[in-house]
């Protein structure tokens, strides 16, 4: 993809080929064969992946990495070499380093067979299209797209990688936690009876922010702060809150919700350098059943913190967060005394490469998208103020990405006013 290509021309291409796609055989590999690794996004969480990736397997070599800046790639890379765990495994040669829009066709063709997909969301799903289109096995941050366009290409690559027995694990991390899977289990086998409501929070603090440096263009300074921007973020009730979100999609055994409304806006955060995005929303969704969940999240500084969820049912509630039953059948998740301590992000990859081992890849890809949607299903109503159904986010036609991927001027878009803002 060149610095100029549109994600409208991408998507348009990539759907083209998906429907006669050559079946590239994915990678099926002994327990002594080594895996070859490649990052794409290097921030943060992707380091963590790229460490997580390497523990799950001691037959794993991370060879190629990607990023839109070197100095971000080179911070990540000499983070991993420090270390000493997984040190050895690092082997990524100056030729492996790829940096610009084009970053990450360079990884996927540079010879991987996994690829781990921790780029700002916005670019989710052309990398996971480019990705399975290769035979790539992917881990998938959350996330995995910022708009309905998005969230239906993401569903198709996820067909195909079926079709190509390829593993796709989604960073919904919450559902590899084992103390959460055993919750829910209960939740799903009717301990806390019929369910008549759920309530999810996500009340954060204030995140970090780059001050714009001389030189940068407006894409730069857009990409350097890409919560800001819903292009690349999609919002926080996306971003960040869309964990508790899938969490309540899980408890309802993710059968799409029939609607959605609710309110938010931009009280605290409101200068220029944080974007366009809201700091808060709540958003009501409603399932056929006349179930219906309250959810709210906010990203204000100096105010409550709370992240937490419950499923309410007949018999009693489920606290979610604290993996707790209370009411008729009350329970509480005991660990065992010895065991180690439980790492969800570990888990995934744990079980992600045990899954490309065995032959039977693991592909998260039918919920991981529904999620993703039920989140930005709630942003659009709380941006227009209006209902939003299902059909009608599913079949959106807001496209949020920039008319073309390059460097230079990039307008902010306006600020979201409710009961003017249109849905599309």
Known sequence: M???????????????????????????????????????????????????????DPNTKLVAMGDMFPDRLQSSLNQLKSEGAIAKQVDVKPEQCFVGFDAYRQVINSGVDVVLLTAPPGFRPMHLRAAVEAGK?????????????????????????????????????????KAKRETMKRVHAGEVGEIIALQCTYNAGALWNRPRQPGWDDMTAQLRNWPYYTWLSGDHIVEQACHSIDKMAWAMKDEPPLKANGMGGRQSRIEEEFGHIFDHHAVVYEWKNG??????????????????????????????????????????HRKIRGDRA??????????????????KPINDGDWMAQSTLMAIMGRMATY????????????????????????????TPPVARPGITRFF
Request: charge should be neutral; proline fraction near 3%; aromatic fraction near 8%.
């Open 342 to 359: 439980e790492n969800m992000y570990q888990n995934e990859h744990d079980e992600l490469f045990a899954s490309i081992r065995s032959g």
């Open 2 to 56: 060149s610095n100029t290509t549109s994600r409208r021309d991408f998507l348009g291409t990539t759907v083209h080929l998906a429907g006669a796609a050559i079946l590239v055989p994915a990678v099926h590999a002994t327990s002594d064969e080594t895996l070859k690794v490649g990052l794409i996004g290097c921030g943060g969480r992707g380091t963590g992946a790229a460490e997580q990736a390497l523990r799950a």
């Open 384 to 411: 227009t103020g209006q209902e939003i159904t299902w059909e009608m986010a599913m079949n959106s036609k807001e496209d949020l990405s920039p008319a073309k991927y390059e460097f230079g001027p990039l307008p």
């Open 137 to 177: 096995h992917v881990f998938c941050e959350k996330p995995m797209a910022v708009d309905a366009p998005g969230v239906r290409s993401v569903i198709e690559s996820c067909q195909l990688g079926r079709k190509k027995n390829l593993a796709i694990v989604a960073g919904f991390c919450y559902r590899y936690e």
């Open 291 to 332: 179930v219906k969940l309250f959810h709210q999240c906010r990203q204000q500084k100096g105010c409550k913190l709370d992240v937490s969820d419950y499923v309410m049912g007949t018999l009693g509630t489920a606290d979610i967060m604290q993996h707790r039953i209370t009411g008729k059948n009350r329970w509480v």
